[in-house]
């Protein structure tokens, strides 16, 4: 009896083996090309929330970090930015876990409350020179509370988004404690039937997690298993540009503020399976062609040698100056002007 209550076992345990080597194999594959996580920075997000029973900034950036834990890398571009004020955050570039960490470390959650708008309208519309320079389809995630308070409005900025960019499908993580907010979120989310509800409260279960990052990021397709095994692909040199480097007008040596984005840049390169890359410097519209070329090749050099300083290869680097002939924002504007004082880096 007992032999075969153990032969028993055994056979169950085969076939459930077998079982599982048939099954087919699941494949994720992204629902999108790329994401941007978007942070209200407003007074009201240093508020208690008190169905949360914890400040509304620090559950946000909590989140962000458990829902980068969960994100597959499934060659997106990410970027993230905040609002009240508008800020980047992390330029677009390929998604890295490590860079959307560093990038979202130095967000604050114990801020003064008072003396800080909430101009949501305006924050949205900040972002459309990043929109502009995505390609296919993009998911902009916002952690609000909705409490718009100045400036434009953010239902009207965020159908022009939509308007201008039909490939975008924004998703809110709603923080609203009161009626306006609740109104601001709903009408953002009813414009488009793509948005997926975020409630922080529901997202601090693991599985509900996952679930919403599925909803959002990616799909599972079964595949078949191969019927021969095939060689070994080399992986390929993804394209990655990471975003403006800003400088002040004139100037070319770094600062500490630019520390945090160059140490994203670098971890981004350690990282990729790139062996070149070019470190292009860019000035605005002021000043002649000559000067802007010098200055830009300064600029270039100035990050490069931060970079090989830091430990990168000088070797893997290569500089050049664009002057201001390449501008990718308004120069009629003091924003657009300073974004265009920028440097980039991009695999040869």
């Known amino acids: 009896m007992h032999k075969k209550f153990l032969g028993g076992l055994m056979l169950a345990a085969l076939m459930a083996l077998l079982l599982a080597a048939q099954a087919p194999a699941e494949t994720l594959k992204p629902k999108v090309d790329n994401f941007i996580l978007f942070v209200d ?13 914890t400040v509304k900034i620090k559950n946000a950036k909590e989140l962000i970090s458990r829902m980068n834990a969960e994100i597959p890398a499934l060659g997106y571009k990410s970027a993230a930015a905040t609002f009240a004020p508008y800020g980047i955050l992390l330029a677009p570039t390929v998604y890295s876990k490590s860079a959307l960490a560093s990038a979202i470390a130095p967000i604050k959650t114990d801020y003064d409350i008072y003396g800080r708008n909430t101009p949501m309208g305006v924050g949205i519309k900040d972002l459309d020179p990043m929109l502009s320079q995505l390609h296919g389809k993009t998911a902009l995630i916002i952690f609000t509370d909705g409490d718009s308070n100045y400036g434009s409005d953010p239902v009207a900025e965020a159908k022009a988004l939509y308007a201008k960019h039909p490939n975008l499908c924004i998703h809110v993580v709603s923080y609203a404690d009161n009626a306006r907010g609740k109104m601001v979120v709903d009408e953002i989310r009813a414009i488009s039937r793509c948005s997926v509800v975020g409630d922080p409260k529901a997202l601090g279960n693991d599985a509900a997690l996952k679930q919403y990052v599925r909803d959002v990021f990616y799909e599972v397709a079964p595949t078949e298993a191969p019927a021969r095994a095939m060689a070994p692909v080399k992986a390929q040199c993804e394209t990655i540009t990471f975003g403006n480097l800003n400088f002040d007008f004139n100037k070319f040596q770094i600062t500490k503020e ?5 140490e994203q840049a670098l971890t981004i390169l350690k990282e990729s399976s790139c062996q070149k890359f070019v470190v292009e410097g860019h000035t605005d519209n002021v000043g002649g062609i000559p000067y802007n070329q010098k200055l ?7 990050v490069a040698n931060w970079l090989s300083a830091h430990g990168y290869s000088a070797s893997r680097l290569s500089v050049v100056g664009k002057g201001k002939l390449e501008p990718k924002f308004d120069n009629k504007t003091d924003e657009g002007r300073h974004m ?5 880096i991009r695999n040869l």
């Open 41 to 53: 920075y407003s007074g009201s997000m240093a508020m208690t929330s008190q169905s949360l029973n």
């Open 296 to 302: 830009s090749e300064r600029r270039a050099a100035s």
């Open 340 to 344: 265009n004082r920028r440097v980039e």
């Open 258 to 262: 630019m520390e945090p984005a160059l």
